[in-house]
């Protein structure tokens, strides 16, 4: 891992990212904001010399709405200062396309700008997944972060407790009902 910018830097950037990154993507035979064709512009940005239409086939108008927009938001925090020069511009499209689509099931394009947790965790992920920590932190520190801020570890952990929390309701009304038995039984003894 190789030390990042400052986190309140990037924090900053994505918390004014600008509406147009929040419109609707391009649907098939329709209007919308052509994803594949922002993600061209920043591998150019980021020092692409060409750009294989194949690359851009996972931002295409007929993949899930939901991701292309996180991949949109994702093009505006890697449009920021600070990676040009830093990232490769192949390896912030294996991010964008492997990762940051994949990440919609957990984190809405919204929230990510609107909510200050999802704005730092998506940040910490993208600087994760390309191979930084944030300047500052070392990369134990930054993993403890990004745990505490995890959605998919906090949905697991709610998954997890409301599993638990069912069981032990059913554990205690069958403990309920034994004892109601137990009491019944002892009643009937009695007479």
């Known amino acids: ?48 010399t060409a750009v294989a239409p194949g690359d851009l086939r996972a931002f295409a108008a007929d993949r899930p709405v939901d991701s292309r927009r996180l991949a949109l938001v994702g093009c505006w925090l890697l449009h920021a200062p600070w990676w040009r020069g830093r990232v490769a511009a192949d390896a912030a499209a294996m991010w964008l396309r492997d990762e940051c689509l994949a990440l919609a099931e957990l984190l809405a394009a919204e929230r990510v700008i ?48 409301r599993t638990r929390l069912a069981r032990a309701r059913e554990l205690r009304r069958k403990m309920a009902e034994d004892e109601a038995r137990e009491a019944a039984a002892r009643a009937g003894r009695e007479w």
Do not use: N, W
């Open 1 to 48: 891992m190789s030390d990042g910018p400052r986190l309140d830097d990037l924090l900053r950037h994505l918390a004014d990212c600008p509406d147009a990154f929040l419109a609707a993507p391009q649907v098939p035979r329709g209007d919308g904001v052509r994803v594949g064709a922002v993600v061209h512009d920043l591998l150019l940005d980021l020092g692409a």
């Open 114 to 161: 609107a909510d200050p947790d999802r704005r730092e965790e998506f940040i910490r992920l993208a600087l994760a997944g390309l191979g930084f920590v944030p300047e500052g932190e070392t990369a134990a520190q930054a993993e403890d972060r990004l745990r505490a801020l995890d959605s998919g570890e906090r949905r697991d952990l709610m998954r997890s407790m």
